[in-house]
């Protein structure tokens, strides 16, 4: 049976609009290690939210599809990537000049982008990723049935300079991609064809100029039953050697765990999940698996399957959904779940941090029982606050 958990503390904001599942994010653009929601939707409108404020806004877009935040310039800093279904790919650095007019202000800074470009129409996902392992980032993005990959040049008049010249297309409909690292370090692409299963990609490069020259086939998964929804990589896991793990979310509900192309394990969750992230909830240095559906089920997954779930709101359908670290209130990020309703709210539950997601018993605690034996003095009250005390993490001698 899963447990049932509940979260109290939430931010609301105000953001409307109809939106993509790609086009929401927690990370740090304005590189002060402290993470933002960015957040875009159809109508041209792109959001960042820092806090319990929101501070830098741009509109008239286009229709955006995906965004992301990495070190695109390889630089050492983070860049807001947004990309729109007509294939204009925006570029934002964070200008520190607008940090004092946004606290002057109640209303957002207007920011602008450094870079406008046209890339293919379409583009329905990005990742910021080492993916030709050459020691730089790339910038990747999928099609329909294409995956694509441009490097940054900042000598050229279009800076977004591609890198397959001999671009593979899959001939089918791609569900989903991700990156993951191998024992070696090398990355991988990750890719959910419907009717082929998950192909494991690596790229080759040339031996004299060290440029991107073609993908390898380095493995096949099986096909699942159900169309794949979404994927995530790169799972930090704790200790043990091998590759990182990478997991499948399908439209049937079930959840896959692989490590490679070897499947851990698989959970059938029960509701069909349209969003996966990945999270430290539990402060164990490892990433647990998050997932939501449209109802704003959202599942807890640990790497030996165990899960307990959240329900969002009784009557409220989920626009969109993402889940990872952010600040509110202070100076340390905390795990976070973001749900944006059709009503347009962007609801920030915070500080969601879980001590086990397991089931624990005393016998779990290196206590001493024998307080709580103490029938004849101790009250039963007595008793069950003593059990607390040993629980909690400053626990006192007894």
């Known amino acids: 049976m899963v447990r049932t958990i509940s979260f ?54 286009g229709m955006i599809t995906c965004l992301g935040v990495g070190d695109i310039k390889n630089k050492g800093v983070n860049s807001l990537v947004v990309i729109t279904g007509e294939g204009l790919c925006y570029v934002f650095d964070h200008d520190c000049s607008l940090d004092s007019k946004s606290s002057e202000s109640k209303s957002a800074s207007l920011i602008t982008h450094n870079c406008r470009q046209k890339l293919p129409l379409n583009i329905k996902q990005l990742i910021i990723a080492d993916v030709t392992n050459r020691g730089l980032n790339d910038l990747i993005v999928i099609l329909d049935t294409v995956v694509r990959i441009y490097a940054w040049d900042a000598e050229a008049e279009e800076p977004l300079k591609h890198q397959d010249h001999q671009y593979h297309n899959f001939e089918q409909q791609i569900d989903a991609i991700t990156v993951n690292t191998s024992a070696e370090g090398l990355q991988s692409l990750f890719v959910c064809i419907p009717s082929e299963g998950i192909k494991i990609l690596r790229a080759t490069r040339t031996a004299d100029t060290n440029e991107f020259m073609r993908w390898e086939l380095v493995h096949q998964v099986v096909k699942f039953t159900s169309p794949v929804t979404d994927a995530i990589g790169d799972i930090r896991k704790c200790g043990g050697t091998g590759d990182n793990m990478v997991s499948f979310a399908t439209m049937d509900g079930i959840l896959k765990m692989y490590q490679g192309d070897e499947e851990l394990w698989s959970i059938q969750l029960g509701s069909p999940i349209f969003a996966l992230v990945k999270t430290d909830i539990d ?42 670290q952010y600040a509110i209130g202070g100076s340390k990020n905390k795990p976070a779940l973001v749900y944006v309703t059709f009503s347009g709210d962007v609801v920030i539950k915070y500080d969601v941090e879980l001590t086990s997601l397991g089931v624990q018993t005393l016998h779990d605690y290196p206590i001493d029982l024998s307080a709580i034996c103490d029938t004849e003095h101790l009250s039963r009250q007595h008793r069950a606050k003593i059990v607390m005390d040993l629980l909690s993490p400053k626990a006192p001698s007894y």
């Open 8 to 61: 109290v503390q939430s931010q609301v904001f105000r953001f409307e609009g109809t939106m993509c599942q790609e086009a929401i994010t927690l990370a740090d653009f304005d590189n002060d290690s402290l993470n933002e929601l960015c957040i875009g939707n159809i109508a041209g409108d792109l959001a960042v939210f820092k806090g319990s404020e929101h501070v830098w806004k741009a509109q008239n877009l």
């Open 283 to 324: 402060k164990d240095e490892t990433d647990e698996l998050v997932a939501c559906s449209w109802d704003g089920l959202t599942f807890f997954v640990d790497h030996h399957k165990n899960c307990v779930r959240y329900k969002f709101e009784e009557t409220v359908k989920i626009r969109a959904f993402c889940a990872g």
